[in-house]
């Protein structure tokens, strides 16, 4: 039998017909495979630009809601007479050795340091901390008319803080760096004191509230500084001259409106900030005691300490210190009182034991 069919051919071979002819693509294909990977690897940089770009833009607005973006503003847009300064004597401060070296400093490296504003009650930028660098610019732009001296970097302020938090933020950094004298610490104090915005009108209240970061020893002596100013603070020619123990113990030593207005006299009439102290000395010896008496120097206090259990007793005159492990703070305030009334029972009327 014929392997041909009637019409003349054979059936395909199926090995035959599974081989086929390998073709390499022709300049044509080539070139549009080349452009389709081309496109391809661009869209794929693109959706990553695309991706970086709203990180960025998150990222970026993250920092300005945070207020950790700097702007360089015009010296021109920025003023001064909202939020009293924390210095005395501004313009000695202005015209001082310290800001010459500031301003060299601004000249030969720039600012290297930012101000912060916020926007005030007017709508204009009013400047909160950076006083020093704000003036040394003004005075650098003055001098030299150069453009580079017109602008500040500054941190703007975001969202409406409160008063009192502004006079923090303005002392914050001369605190820290020990910048402030004691009378001009006091002085932030009167001030905040005397702004209706603040809500408080007891400046010594406002020490703690300033200068909630410092010690209470610290506070105490600031406190003391606002008390000597309060009462003879306009007859003080150069307060910021005044030493801590020198203003501390003045402060101490009036006691009546009497001696508060010879103490007035007599700075009044100084000429000098060495006769301004002389007189607060003076003043301090001839009161330093009770009806004028001079001061006795006082016994060495004696103390001795010893344990009960784990606790530790320090005794002393008028005084006795017990350092325990009991948190005496979160005890129930009658168990502590039923332990304070055993104690000075025993003290009172307790058999001693020997």
């Known amino acids: 039998m014929s392997s041909k069919n009637k019409f003349g051919f054979a059936p395909v071979d199926a090995k035959t017909s599974s081989k086929r002819r390998a073709r390499a693509p022709g300049p044509m294909g080539a070139a549009v495979r080349d452009a389709a ?9 693109k959706i990553e630009q695309r991706r970086r770009n709203a990180e960025d833009a998150k990222t970026f607005r993250q920092a300005q809601d945070e207020g950790r973006v700097l702007f360089q503003l015009p010296l021109a847009d920025v003023s001064t007479d909202d939020l009293p300064r924390d210095r005395l004597a501004l313009e000695e401060v202005a015209q001082s050795d310290e800001m010459e070296e500031l301003k060299s400093s601004i000249r030969e490296r720039g ?6 504003v916020y926007v005030g009650p007017d709508g ?18 003055s001098q030299t008319g150069e453009t580079r001296f017109a602008t500040i970097t500054a941190r703007i302020e975001v969202g409406e803080d409160d008063r009192i938090s502004r006079y923090v933020d303005m002392v914050e ?31 010594a209240e406002l020490v703690s509230r300033l200068y909630g970061a410092l010690h209470k020893t610290k506070r105490s002596y600031i406190k003391n500084f606002v008390f000597l100013l309060g009462i003879v603070g306009d007859d003080l020619g150069w307060p910021k001259a005044i030493p801590r123990n020198l203003g501390v113990d003045a ?35 001839a009161r330093g005691g009770q009806g004028g008496k ?27 210190r017990i350092v325990s ?14 332990a304070v009334r055993a104690f000075e029972e025993a ?8």
Request: aromatic share 6%; with cysteine; proline share 5%.
């Open 111 to 116: 600012q290297r340091e930012p101000v912060e």
């Open 251 to 285: 402060a101490r030593a009036l006691r009546t409106p009497q001696e508060a207005e010879a103490l007035r006299a007599q700075l009044a009439a100084c000429g000098s900030a060495e006769e301004q102290n002389a007189a607060l000395k003076a003043f301090v010896d």
């Open 124 to 141: 204009r930028y009013q400047l909160k901390k950076g006083w020093r660098r704000f003036t040394a610019l003004s005075q650098l732009f």
């Open 173 to 203: 950094e001369n605190v820290v760096r020990e910048d402030l004298s004691f009378a001009e610490m006091a002085q932030v104090a009167i001030t905040a004191a005397q702004d209706e915005a603040v809500g408080e009108i007891d400046p």
């Open 325 to 338: 492990e009991h948190d005496f703070a979160t005890m129930p305030k009658k168990q502590l009182e039923a």
């Open 347 to 354: 003290l009172n009327g307790g058999p001693r034991i020997r």
């Open 294 to 320: 001079p001061v006795q120097k006082a016994e060495p206090k004696q103390k001795f300490e010893f344990f009960v259990g784990k606790t530790k007793v320090t005794a002393r005159q008028g005084e006795c």
């Open 37 to 45: 990977e081309s496109l391809q690897e661009t869209t794929e940089a």
